[in-house]
């Protein structure tokens, strides 16, 4: 016993004492090391296709830069070692000695697709024809002063609306007029990013135009085909409760990550329908992406007719990629891609309460409704919940009618009919580094005036 005490003693004197008694940390689960390969492989297959579809270019070495810098910090460390392969249709990135490579393909008009782990097939593509941009900009100066709207767009990009911020470009709509459009080094108006959430207003926007059809009745129980067996509650949920993130389903998180669907391989129709609720229907918001991939669903029926794309090129949003699952599922709660002007475009769409060269393409109020804080709200922060869309109801300052689609990593879509104005703000800004937009945006307002 003594001789056991000694030693503990003489261990507990060693300069090397922490060292030795702490546990070396454990190796990243083959799991989490699938989950990093999925979103490198799909990152950079968007980011370099998109690109080139788009007109213009990207190289590995920007997306590391930006994309792949600052993400999940489970991730981050294992997504900048690993290998990544780029092919004409495909990309691919190794992970295990044991598995094929996660991959990615790019498929004609729809953008890159993760597939599932283990998948070991062959994707031959071609890159479809770039569409002409009608609904094209004309450019103008501010109305207002141009001084105090430069100084805003160029703290933007300096890291003066959050230390450590990405702003990868900047652009400002007035009265149909572009009064300000900036890029950052590797970026141009040719160079599509990930959405991320403002995928979601997207969504409800694409929604609307089926409600305008009249293929879709936002205040009628979702059509989900696992929830139609009688006695599940999961029924009564509709339409509009999943647009206003008030289904009362759970989450497999308390905020919106849904990995494995997102870059695990996994299909929405797999997943998102078999969570069950946690609050009922209507009185309770939790924001996840769930309910917009639901929302989506319910109109799915709607897309062999009227696809996603077909309303983007109808707004001359012709460098916009709508993402599906491996098994066609629409992703339309982040995963579109989607350059700067294109996001004003749709921003004009709402200036316009949802007309198009005299053509109704959202129904009338449609505007209105998206903007109304009609179900269950955030408890906490500067912005309230409309259908799909923020809203600026908390934020002073900033008119009252102003909604933005907001995003994660600094995608912002801010529009105020009352001002007829949309600001795009893009980004890549690394996690704990936000922009802040709302004083962003009070100053650009205020530079307006």
């Not at 249709?89 to 190794?94: G, L, N």
């Not at 206003?244 to 497999?252: N, P, Y």
């Not at 012709?318 to 989607?338: C, F, I, K, P």
């Amino acid at each position: 016993m003594r001789t056991l005490i000694l030693a503990a003693a003489l261990i507990a004197a060693s300069p090397f004492a922490a060292f030795a008694q702490t546990p070396a940390p454990a190796a990243p689960s083959a799991s989490v090391r699938a989950m990093a390969a999925g979103y490198k492989a799909l990152t950079v297959c968007s980011a370099l296709k998109t690109a080139e579809a788009a007109g213009g270019t990207r190289t590995l070495e920007s997306i590391e830069a930006n994309e792949l810098t600052g993400i999940y910090p489970e991730l981050d460390p294992l997504v900048r070692e690993m290998p990544v392969e780029v092919f004409p249709a495909r990309v691919a990135v190794a992970w295990d000695d044991a598995m094929p490579p996660r991959s990615a393909v790019w498929r004609q008009g729809g953008g890159c697709i993760i597939m599932p782990v283990g998948w070991t097939g062959e994707q031959i593509a071609t890159l479809p024809p770039r569409g002409p941009s009608d609904q094209a900009f004309t450019r103008g100066e501010p109305a207002g002063n141009a001084a105090l709207l430069n100084e805003a767009v160029e703290q933007a990009f300096e890291g003066g609306y959050g230390a450590g911020s990405n702003t990868t470009a900047v652009l400002v709509l007035q009265n149909d007029r572009v009064v300000a459009e900036e890029y950052a080094e590797g970026f141009g108006p040719d160079t599509p990013q990930r959405t991320w959430s403002v995928a979601k207003s997207l969504a409800g926007t694409v929604i609307g135009a089926a409600v305008q059809r009249g293929e879709a009745d936002v205040n009628a129980p979702a059509a989900i085909a696992d929830w139609g067996r009688e006695g599940d509650p999961r029924a009564a949920i509709t339409l509009d409760q999943l647009m206003r993130m008030g289904s009362g389903l759970t989450s497999d998180t308390a905020g919106n990550r849904t990995d494995a669907l997102y870059f695990g391989g996994v299909g929405v129709d797999e997943q998102a329908p078999t969570w069950p609720l946690i609050a009922p229907p209507g009185t309770r918001f939790r924001y996840a992406n769930n309910d917009i991939l639901l929302a989506v669903m319910a109109i799915a029926p709607t897309f062999e007719a009227h696809p996603p794309s077909e309303l983007f090129r109808r707004l001359g949003m012709n460098d916009t990629w709508a993402e599906t699952d491996w098994r066609g599922n629409y992703m339309l709660s982040s995963q579109v891609w989607s350059t700067v002007r294109d996001l004003a475009r749709f921003g004009r769409l709402y200036l316009n309460d949802g007309m198009v060269d005299g053509q109704r393409i959202l129904p009338e109020g449609w505007r209105d409704h998206v903007s109304r804080p009609s179900g269950p709200q955030p408890p906490t922060g500067e912005q309230g919940y409309g259908a799909t869309f923020w809203l600026f109801n908390r934020s002073e300052g900033i008119p009252a009618d102003a909604i933005s689609a907001n995003g994660n990593r600094g995608q912002y879509v801010i529009i105020v009919p009352s001002r007829n104005i949309v600001i795009v703000r893009r980004g890549e800004d690394p996690a704990g580094k936000p922009f802040n937009f709302i004083p962003f945006t009070r100053d650009v307002l205020a530079a307006l005036e």
